[in-house]
């Protein structure tokens, strides 16, 4: 409704266009709305996760400009790790102990400082550690996954 006060928009959305013409007049659709709101919380996602930063340096140049990178490219690489997510089943879990490490950080920073380069070699190390061992690991596949209703289960047998 706000947006509608600056631009008129169209009530369906033409393919992947932003903005149309329509009866001579330039008229925004609801697909440029939504990317709108997708820019807008990603920018507020990246101003959220300054404290999380200051967790691993007190370097204010690097606070800022590593949420400036992460403004330019946290889309792709969302959509690198959507891709790849499926392929290394322990990233799941990599990422969810890389999480749980920045957060324990956070609450002994008071206490125990530790260094930058150490921080970001545990997160490498927990990363790297979660894909190979997603590639070494073989999958356990069950029978009845193969054949779900007993068919051709002679043949695996053999």
């Keep these: 409704r706000l947006f509608r006060r600056f631009m008129p928009v169209t009530e369906k959305y033409s393919g992947g266009d932003f903005f149309v013409r329509h009866a001579g007049k330039l008229m925004a659709t609801p697909l440029l709305i939504v990317l709108i709101i997708v820019e807008t919380t990603d920018l507020v996602f990246a101003l959220d996760s300054i404290p999380a930063i200051f967790a691993i340096t ?5 606070v800022y ?4 990178f ?5 889309r792709s690489l969302y959509f690198l790790l959507a891709g790849v997510i499926d392929k290394f089943r322990y990233l799941k879990l990599g990422l969810a102990v890389v999480l749980t490490f920045v957060g324990v950080k956070m609450v002994i920073e008071g206490f125990l400082h530790i260094p930058t380069g150490l921080s970001l070699g545990i997160v490498a190390a927990i990363l790297t550690v979660a894909v190979a061992a997603s590639l070494l690991i073989a999958e ?11 068919e051709g289960l002679e043949a695996l047998e053999k």
């Design 58 to 62: 007190t370097d204010a140049f690097l």
């Design 70 to 74: 992460a403004i330019l490219g946290l």
């Design 140 to 150: 356990e596949v069950e029978v009845e996954e193969i054949a779900p209703h007993g």
């Design 65 to 68: 400009t590593s949420n400036i």
